[in-house]
């Protein structure tokens, strides 16, 4: 089984400004995936960024990194220079790799929102 | 570039009647997927498909859920008696498979059963 916990359940951010939404995972597959979805009002699960647990580096998708600390089993994201567009909900998921991997646990969220 | 095309947007059915919830999922997707959210809970996985058969599926995917892909497009839910309890946003999902291992969701189907 796996578990995702994301303990922001809000967080408020400037334009411009960067900001950690927080994930921790517990999982017992040796291999897996995380991945980070944004949801908006308008309720389209938009995918953000991916990170392979064997991965050497931290992925970065333009604006969107994840920091990925195997050790402690987490895998935050940093959204830098925050847009009032990105105001949303955002989703962390884990699956483990191979023909599982489409299936995802997802966390309850964190909804963010960008203030002028 | 190319998305997962869900139709119709919303839904609205009567408790007992049948709905069939459709997908276009991307050209050069292989293995496909159901989720669903109830509101204000997590977004939770239903079944996965592959090589025209279910692959997995969770305890929710009872006897009333079936899926296919009749005409190698598109990928449809049927939801055989609806209940009240499963209203909710109902996402298909798409990937590649092999080296890209990226799940990509369509824009839901909002199913509202009375």
């Known amino acids: 089984a796996q578990k995702i916990t994301q303990t922001q359940p809000g967080m408020f951010v400037q334009e411009k400004e960067a900001v950690t939404l927080d994930c921790t995972y517990d999982?017992?597959?040796?291999?897996?995936?995380l991945f980070w979805y944004k949801q908006p009002s308008s309720g389209e699960m938009i995918f953000l960024i991916y990170?392979?647990?064997?991965?050497?580096q931290n992925a970065t998708e333009g604006r969107y990194s994840l920091n990925f600390q195997k050790a402690r089993k987490s895998a935050n994201l940093v959204i830098s220079a925050s847009q009032l567009g990105d105001s949303a909900m955002y989703f962390c998921?884990?699956?483990?790799?191979?023909?599982?991997?489409?299936?995802?646990?997802f966390g309850r969220g964190t909804q963010l929102t960008v203030w002028p | 570039e190319p998305e997962v095309t869900q139709t119709p947007s919303h839904q609205v059915t009567q408790m007992g009647q049948e709905v069939i919830l459709r997908c276009v999922p991307i050209?050069?997707?292989?293995?496909f997927y159901w989720y669903r959210q109830i509101l204000g809970q997590k977004v939770e996985f239903l079944v996965s498909?592959?090589?025209?058969?279910?692959?997995?599926k969770s305890e929710i995917f009872d006897d009333q859920f079936s899926v296919e892909r009749p005409d190698g497009s598109n990928f449809t839910l049927k939801i055989r008696s609806t209940k009240l309890e499963d209203s909710a946003m109902y996402f298909c999902?798409?990937?590649?498979?092999?080296?890209?291992?990226?799940?990509?969701f369509g824009s839901g189907t909002q199913l509202s059963v009375l």
């Open positions: 998921a884990t699956a483990g790799r191979g023909s599982t991997l489409g299936r995802l646990y």
């Open positions: 999982t017992s597959d040796p291999s897996y995936g």
């Open positions: 990170q392979g647990s064997y991965d050497q």
């Open positions: 050209s050069n997707h292989l293995y």
């Open positions: 498909f592959y090589n025209n058969e279910i692959s997995e």
């Open positions: 999902a798409g990937r590649e498979g092999g080296p890209n291992e990226k799940l990509f």
